[in-house]
């Protein structure tokens, strides 16, 4: 048994070092990108999604999505867990090391990514500081013909699933035909970002109008004193046009911003169901309690279907590779620990502490209540005969 995260056999460096970095392009991304990108994807020769990583990365950007897929993965990573042996007893030394190693968050972490980022492979390095887990870049990645591509743009790689070090050393997650959440979440994303920029224009022309001068343009010393004129009146949009011309603005559609308020909220709602299954916490205007209580049951059963991917993925290829290293025992299982709904056990304590006697020590693990012993009831005095 590992006594610490650096004992076990040790590998320092791997494929992940060997990759050339690329930079990333930072161009406007549309609907054609996207389509471009998928068409590159899901090519029947020589697959690649470069093109659809790199749009990952670029709406990850949005604050809505990036936090739903944080809210339902941190719940996960947070709930409570033990190892297993064929018996069911707990071990608790390995548990316990489990619980306070880096790798156990980083393997899960990749886990649950796989599910919005499609495949992912990562690497497992072992020195004497300690284990590290690093994501090897899905740019470098076909996971159709299990490729590695040291580098992005070359048309030859290394088969990562034929290599000795694969399921012990190089993991992988994911199904490889599933192109993950985010590839849904694209459109969306795109959408809003057109419509906020829209409506901040929208903002501009109605807090700040644009200001017109009409001058003799064919006089330098005018023009000069216009411009000047102009630029010392503030900062917003201004133009300098000839006396004998004629300006006006074409009569658009009347609003107030609306129309781009609620495209807004469509793709922030298509998003949230999406990820969350459903719309949590941003209907102020209609939501209620009841709703909120669905919405979260919903969400909860998300979360319970990630932790059975997790448990599959520890127990089918993570926990083998980690006895193969020399990091944990042969023969453990993961599992997480049940959810209780903490007030109805609460309740149904209340009314079984009337008819049944309940260990303390019990009620002060589940609840935290230190109870010291029983109540003693005050006596009534007699009064009136006495007195």
Known sequence: MAKDNATGKKRKEGFAYQIQPKAVSQARNDIATWKSALRQAMAVDNPRRIKLQN???????????????????????????????????????????????????????????????????????????????????????????????????????????????????????????????????????????????????????????????????????????????????????WFIIDESENFEFAKGADSNGDVYSNLVRLCNNENSMLISGAIIGQDTKNGNESKEQVSVNVLSRLVDSDKRLVESYWNEVVLGALFRIGLLPDGLALSFDPQEDIAQVWSMTKDVLQHMDVDPEWIKEKFGIQVIGPRIQPQKQLSGFFD
């Not at 000795?164 to 979440?185: I, R, S």
């Not at 994303?189 to 903002?203: G, H, N, P």
Request: glycine share 6%; proline share 4%.
């Open 55 to 237: 749009l990952y990365k670029d709406i990850m950007t949005d604050a809505l999505l990036s936090s739903q897929i944080d809210n339902r993965r941190l719940q996960s990573l947070s709930s409570k867990f033990s190892l297993k042996d064929a018996s069911g007893t707990i071990n608790e030394e390995a548990t316990t090391m489990l619980k306070s190693s880096r790798y156990f968050y980083d393997i899960t972490r990749n886990i649950l990514s796989s599910t919005y980022w499609g495949t992912t492979v990562v690497e497992i390095l072992n020195s004497d500081a300690g284990v590290r887990i690093v994501t090897i870049p899905r740019n470098n990645i076909d996971p159709r013909s299990g490729t590695l591509f040291l580098d992005e743009n070359d048309s030859k790689g290394i088969p990562y699933r034929t290599i000795k070090e694969f399921n012990t050393w190089v993991l992988e997650f994911g199904d490889p035909e599933d192109l993950g959440l985010l590839n849904k979440a694209i459109p969306h994303v795109l959408f809003k970002r057109f419509a906020q920029s829209c409506w901040s224009e929208l903002c501009e022309i109605y807090g700040i109008p644009p200001r017109v001068l009409k001058t003799n343009t064919q006089d330098p010393v005018m023009l000069n004193r216009g411009e000047q004129m102009m630029r010392d009146m503030g900062a917003a949009a």
